[in-house]
């Protein structure tokens, strides 16, 4: 059993606390938020002690590992302090919103032999790995084409979005990953539209879009398109196909139940899609523990990793360049 | 060029002559219905000549083969003249609404080399005949089950429906032939559980009844299925599924066409089915043609044939008693 | 939180404890299974104490309500000790493989105010649940017909099937089940056709049957289909479909991924069917849970009953003398 | 009835020769090739004169309205003498390789009343009509992204691709087209990536590309995304999808049969998709030439205009530009 110390209690922390209590392969040894009561109440139902500090937390020698559910703004330092305390650490996307700060950090933490495994909770899906292995199996020949449609179920509060780094750096940084991971090559050009179709006034006040649209290609003349929206009124829209020479795979979406329905003017209607990602991703959530725990216990090195993070981290600069400038921009100005 | 007369020129008679007009392997003849104005509509519109009688028809050196699409009453003599005119036939179903008046055709044509073809049209829609194939070929190995679903997107006017002779005669015989079809044994006992639900005073009006379940089974135990309903709301459904020991083959609705529809609340919403089978089963109307005139010009023996057509009766008839009687009807009971 | 004990440490029951022990509502009481290195296993796994006795769990007024997986013959007095004990119980189906011994039950257990809740868990499979609240709800009008499909992905062993009664009563019955959970009224006729397709020789030796179809019909006139195979070789195929007078509504197979394929020769391919129950009714096993749960805190009645239990049971009674006599058999004749 | 002539009698000039011989409203007058044997052919399969000239056919007073179905560079010539006789004309895509003949072509018949459409046959298949219908009737509300995909079931022969003008005035017209179709707003900017994947020795004997992803967007912020390859294995590959505010509507692809199949290891295995667009349009091509009729008997305009032809060179002129150059190309650029 690992014992697992959950760094912020929000939404996605009080998720990774409840499934790290009742995972087979884990133990939920502490949390600790900024914000008290939070904390409070995660380890009251889970039955856990609250950490005073993260600095409590990284000295426990009961604690074998971590994970960074916080806010974005203190990844990079709690992840230092991670490595420094020589704790396998889970952080969650994305790894920080300033690509100078990511970089700083990669050197910074440069040669730790202490896992490090990126929260992109995608490649656990069942269906989503399934594509990829197919990819690497050859099941397909040789790839050639990856589009990834995602789309939120709605808009976050507007309190997220100011300060979420924008919709790139946010939403589309899984999809970014998700290509990487389906393509097995690195990115080398993106061009991205955006536009504000969904909520025009939120989209200006905040300075951001809401409906992008991103092309990419390797070096290998590989593309890959990924188009995202703010909102699907019929669910959280999460789909990947990969095209190559000798075939086709893709990932479909998920639903609460398999009942369809057939009647006046109508067959085979379906229930809407789950509606978040909590729902949605919940056996990847717990997938990933499994992994996270594999990469803890030295079992395995970590399924996703800081590069990982860093490498989608670039997507999402380069695409926020080309939305803005308007231009296509190459990963190598990126330095 | 096969040249083809059409005796009836009630629905299916118009689309019968329409299709033998327009097929680059037939040319319309000529044209004959009781009520002289139908034929004569049909026979401006596709111009060609109206005949004087079926002795007529049956007498033009012209004429090459004949489509019997008259009133069922009349399929029996119109039969016999055709064999007797040495005129290859396309009689469609049912031969007769009474099983002896069927066998005792049987014994007047036996031994004629003149093509009967049963209009059991099913069998050239390009799915069923893909499960028809795919049976026979082994793909799922020996044959267990076979499961056909037929339902009628709405009711025929009481007066056709008064002199149908029931459903399992007027509706049901399509999926006995059907089940014969696939099965590729004979059937050895059949019951059927009827019910008045689509619209039960109608039912009681004429004595019938618009809601079957029937199940059959063959001397080497292979079980088949047939539900029927004389109304689905959401278009004319028809499936046949066959299960075996090495997989499951299935024949899937058709639709007007491949759009599907996400909103709030509902996902891959497709349209209603085809409304009815001349619309459904265009395609197999036409491919009969083209089979028929392989059976007149000799090139292949009829694909359905007299004795489908008896069979398909006789399974009519045990289940009209199974449904009467209560109880399970050995097909040898019918001598 | 409900301290349930578990009886019966075979593949079900081991399952139970493991869901009971980790579900949010409930805890592990203790484990029991007369061959004593089974019920070891389970409760050191789970960190739970092996309770001496049946006797030892029904006195202990730290165990809440129990759950009985045991073997079929050990149900009714397990029951009735239950009762006698007031300890709320799920029972597994059937609750015994004789009807008269169930009846007796019935009688014995009469008038009494501890919650007996039926394991027939498909009822709490969301899609299939999703069927039967459509149903209700109207949503597809009147009801006029259901179809079960319902096909194992292999034979159980000899030494299991020998005991089990016969495929009605051990495997027939949960769709005997669902067909009343869906038809909303009892069944008054049944006949069944049963044959030795999958392993005729196996089904020799144990004078049983692997492939059956069953037909069924209520006094209102509603028909019910059930088709079973003891082999579907692409796996566990669990469907539902009901038509009415407005739509239908159709219980959908699961798979282990939402992944399709397409390639020469071939699109859409999707996975194999979930392999058996534990995979393919996982959220409706711990569903169930819940809802024993609220039974045991008076919440809500027993979803599932005796009754249930019992009606299903004459259902399998009724199908097993309809295959052997070849006959429709009426329920009423059952007494 | 229209009495149309074919100019060229080459693959899909056979094709349109043949429609118009047996559509309902149409009649063939006359066919003309430059290579006399292929008009032979035509000609005698259908019992139709070969003109001696296409002056011959615009000077032929039975000759109602032509269909320009000859080599690409002829079509600007053959629409000026068509324009001059006063023959309506359906012309095949594209109008010319070169956008400057094009245009030049535009300005030489500005202001004439003769009926010009454009053979985009795709708008006429019913299900991309009914996408384009729910997006104009508001079922999804305001339109915000369109994704095309749209892949070749093989390549043509080397000899065709060379004169072809490249992949996108060639094979994305049509694409570009349905994009313009769907969207109901001028694009303004594209940007386009083309690799070598599917024959790179053929494509860099012919200088072209063989793999392409297109992003286009209105000056309102649509976006729309275009996915090209030669080659798809598993056949002719075309879907639309249009997203909105209030939903989704997609275009699904079409196979010669509605067959399923399971067996182990898979399921829901469907066939291979038609084979390429005279199967796949077969329905929009009698469709089309219904439309024409249309128009060419003054009851609507063209369904397609020169100036849709025009538009969608534009984009492949505008996409050629952007993968040849690396850059995001807007379409003023182009005049």
Redesign the interface.
Known sequence: MVAVAVLGCGRIGQMHARNIA?HPRTTLASVFDVHGPSAQKVAETLGVPVAASPEAIFADPAVDAVVIASSTDTHVDLLKMSVAARKPVLCEKPIDLSLSRVEDCAKAIAGTDIPIFLGFVRRFD??H???AQ?VRDG????L??V?V?S?DPGLASEAYLTVSGGIFRDMTIHDFDMARFVLGEEVS?V?A?G????DPALMERIDDID???V?M?TAG???A?I?N?R?????Y?QRVEA?G?????????????????????????????LDFFIERYTEAFNTEIAAFADAVEGKAAPAVTFEDGRQAQRLAEAATLSARE???VKLAELG
Chains 1, 2, 3, 4 share one sequence.
């Not at 099941?139 to 040789?142: A, P």
């Not at 536009?195 to 969904?198: D, E, F, I």
């Not at 909102?231 to 669910?235: E, H, L, P, Q, S």
Request: charged share 20%; net charge positive.
């Open positions: 009742r069942p269906t790995a399934a594509v197919a099941t397909i020949g040789t050639h084409q589009v449609t789309r050009e061009v539209f536009a504000r179709l969904v409906t992008v649209s092309l290609r003349g590989r593309q398109i188009n929206s909102r699907a009124v019929y669910g829209d095209f020479s000798a075939g086709m795979v893709a990932s479909n979406n998920c639903r609460p139940n398999a009942m369809t329905a057939w009647g006046e003017g109508f067959t085979e209607k379906a229930a809407p899609l308007g231009r296509i």
